[in-house]
């Protein structure tokens, strides 16, 4: 009986929310009668005949007649009142308000819960002209099966919509009679609209302007489906309908703002931004909710910014400023900081200025943008030239760790440009590192950054080694007294440190000790500690610029964004942070669920480990004691006088370059002047001193005149012939006359070594790269030199070569180039083997010796006789150069082995000839090993063995930088071999190939294929 009367108790209430014109009097004593305290559906496993079938069956239970008749007519009014296919007054009514009372109701709060939700979670980026609506669309991505959607409410709000379609849509004659029909098809469409479908959302909004063109929510629809066309970048179609819109509404209410709101996003998306700010004007006039208000004032002020209207732009910021708490406090706080960004230190009012910014900061309101205010005060002191003040803000405002990656981006960056400006290059170096890590690496402002940051590698590498290295010699030319009360005052300051240090470890032990921990493992003494942390480090980095005695190199990292002031970057902290770690956790092995991992795990090491544990703590602690010690840092001092001399030879090289440096790229003349003038002052190598008096003679022409005339006298009178003397000598306009450009000699170079005179071209490169040292074509020079280096000696000498040129000239095109040479085809062409390739044809050679020596003269004669006597075959002669002693005469294209041996057998034994130089007969293939490897010993002693079955990969040649009218015959050259056969590593037969003019053939062909070699390095 109990289980039937709450059976019948849900079935009055389901009648209940379906009739619902009840009085409150009658409804109270259904719901009294029932002992029902809170309303609940009927639930949904009774369809319409079982709820009927319940009443008619249990109404004759019940003791009171007038329940009986109550539901005796109830039974009657429900069957009618459900069906969806009679228009009368009843069905109609009952619809609607089931439809608007209980789906769409429900529906609603999800989605208004939804567009909360994401409003909160989106960020204005303020540093951009803000869209009128606050929505981020994401990039479309394909949804997983399983994967949660974005937001769960968006997808309960258009369940609820389809549910009240399908179940509640009175579709009667192609007219639809349920009044709600065009609200469900309208938050159906918004629910489209934010899960951000716009397509399907389009259709819905569509859907009710074909349907119901009399809706009270018409021009509520029009306006959304102008917003989901701007969302499909329908931008025309939207303003041509929205303007129709506009005037077909009579009042101006909260739709007319929303309707131009939206037409002044369109405009914003056409880049309109007059016909927008008109539009955006009557929005913030009319619509009734503030925030919407104070958003409309501050795109008002940016478009106003954008325009250069500043007096506009300030007084819509004042608006916002204005509302105060009516507004929300990012657009107040972001208003004062425009207005921060227009202010004039010249001719405003600095004292109101600041107080108005003291007392924002001072504000506890204003808590959670303390990163920005402090920003606009480093502003305001930069712009003042108080760099000192400008500091000490931008450091508080990255202190806060702003959620604004830009804002953080900007006081990195701002910290580097007062750092490079005051050249101070390697902590400029620092603070760039950290910018791009910051930035989008897609941005121009990225790119700009990071060749800026590229251009101080070489500034911080010579800057370390000068530092380091002065530091040593100054050491050194101290007494042995002197030397060690040096180190002891050092020693003395880093007891000091170590005592502040161990102190602070103490104090933060205690904390952490009178703070247990939290239900999830976290100290709740971490803002304490890390509070301390961000002390420590500020202490560090303050330290840095003092100068400690060095002994040895500091590591350099040049790396991008492996530098900087980050925690982890800075060695101190970061031994810190693994202290404190194992005082709150102990040793914690590396898996999942550290946490809660048993810590009697800990206690389970075996002897042996402990022993070693031991052993390795003693170790430490013994080199932990060695620091405090003299001898400590004397041991590790140069011992010979080879040693300093080498340092002093790295240090003077890298003032050089330094000078060159700060002349050149950062046209700092002061200081390039003071690097240069400190290398004539330190005995520099002879090959320094003319080049750094030429650019001192270059620098004070613009900084001392008086100096500059000196100093050219000084060069032409102590090198009269030099090529900087000649320059000095002549006027500007015969200087370039008389003396060869570095150009002009690089290509002349270039074409001897075309021509194959590798020797006078190894000499006379060698000579040009000490005349022109500092020039940026030195690394063409160098790597010519490596390619005749590898033709004259070998794979080994010419590996060696290449690897200079990339170490030294690591930026430079030839030396990117040489780098990657030596990865990829270097072990190519020292992975090549005597015999591992069929051959193709056969060359006998002779030695010889110079070409100018007699025998080799005679021998070439008698070689050149035969070859023009023989009709048959195309036999050619070449003197290939082996090494910088030995030639060989060659006779190439012979078919065959034997053939070779006839040929050697005829040129020995036949009367016109006699030749008694022993013949040397080698394929083709091993020839070209013999002259990459220089290995013809290694060949004699080599036995024969089959071909292996697959063929070894050729490199492609490795050639130096071609002068610019060599260059289209290079490259012409080298189409045509790559058509007629594979790449190689040397120069094939000379009947498939032509000869050079000297009638040789070039045997080796490291040769590195690169750009337009007159184009300078920048």
Known sequence: MQKYENDLRQALLFF???????????????????????????????????????????????????????????????????STKKNNFLTRNNHALSTKYNILYNGGIALDKGVEELKTQYNDNFWEQLPIERMQVAETKATIPGQEKKNANFERAEDKSIKAIQKHSMNIQGSEKNPQMDEAHLMLGKARYYDQRFVPALEAFNYILYKYPSSDKIYEAKIWREKTNMRLDNDAIAITNLTKLLKEIKFKDQIFADANAALAQAFLNLEQKDSAMAKLQLARDFTKKKEEKSRYYFILGQLFESLNQKDSAYVSYQSVIDMNRNAARQYVIQAHARQAAQFDVATGDSIAFLKKFNDLLEDRENRSFLDVLNHQMALYYAKNKNFKRAKDYYNVSLKKRSADQYLAASNYRNLADIYFNDAKYV??????????????????????????????????????????????????????????????????????????????????TKLAESNPENSDGQSRSDEEVSGKMDKMAQQSRANQDEKAPVSKAPTVNNSIGKTGNFYFYNQQTLEFGKLEFKKLWGNRALKDNWRTASSKSNSTKNDDDEEQDVADNTAKKESADAKFTVDFYTSQLPKTQ??????????????????????????????????LENLLQSNPEERLILPSMYHLYKIYELI?????????????????????????????????????????????????????????VLAE??????????EDIVSKFELLKANVTGKLKGIEEFKKSLNYVALNYPNSEEGKTAESFLGK????????????????????????????????????????????????????????????????LVIHGISTEESAKGIATILKEFKDYKVKNTPYIISNENYKIVQIKKNFETYLTTPYSDPKPVEAIAAPPLRPVAPKEEKKQVIEETKQNNRNQPPSLSEDDPQ????????QTPTLQPTLQTPNPNKRDK
């Not at 790295?650 to 050149?664: D, M, T, V």
């Open 16 to 82: 209940l929310n379906f009739v619902g014109k009840q009085s409150n009097y009658r409804k109270k004593l259904i719901l009294n009668f029932c002992n029902i305290k809170k309303k609940r559906t009927f639930t949904s496993r009774y369809t319409k005949i079982d709820f009927l079938k319940l009443i008619i069956k249990k109404q004759f239970t019940l003791k009171t007649k007038l329940v009986k008749y109550i539901f005796s007519a109830s039974i009657v009014l429900f069957v009618v009142a459900c």
């Open 427 to 508: 902590t400029a170096g620092k603070y760039y590192d950290s910018t791009l890590v910051q930035l989008n690496d897609r941005t121009r402002e990225f790119k700009f950054i990071k060749k800026k940051r590229l251009n101080l590698d070489d500034v911080i590498k010579y800057e370390g080694i000068a530092t380091r290295n002065d530091s040593i010699l100054k050491v050194l030319a101290m007494s042995d007294s002197n030397r060690k009360s040096y180190y002891e005052e050092y020693i003395s300051k880093l007891k000091k440190e170590e005592e502040a240090r161990k102190k602070l470890e103490a104090e933060n």
């Open 642 to 675: 080879k040693e300093t001399d080498s340092i002093s030879k790295e240090r003077n090289f890298a003032y050089y370059q330094l000078g060159l440096i700060y002349k050149e790229k950062f046209k700092e003349y002061k200081l390039a002047a003071s690097k």
């Open 704 to 760: 001392d005149k008086d100096k500059a005339l000196a100093m050219k006298d000084k060069i032409i009178s102590q090198y009269p012939t030099s090529r900087y003397a000649q320059i000095l000598s002549k006027s500007d306009s015969e200087s370039e006359l008389a003396v060869a450009s570095p150009e002009t000699t690089y290509d002349n170079l270039y074409k001897e070594y075309l021509k194959g005179d590798y020797k006078k």
């Open 765 to 774: 490169t060698t000579e040009a790269i000490d005349q022109y040292t500092g």
């Open 825 to 888: 085809e270097i072990p190519q062409m020292e992975a090549l083997e005597f015999y591992a390739i069929a051959p193709k044809s056969w060359k006998i050679l002779y030695k010889a010796k110079d070409s100018t020596e007699t025998n080799t003269m005679a021998l070439n004669k008698i070689l050149s006789k035969f070859i023009a006597e023989r009709s048959v075959g195309k036999f050619t002669l070449s003197n290939d150069i082996y090494t910088m002693e030995d030639n060989f």
């Open 992 to 999: 498939e190939k032509p000869r050079n003019d000297r009638g």
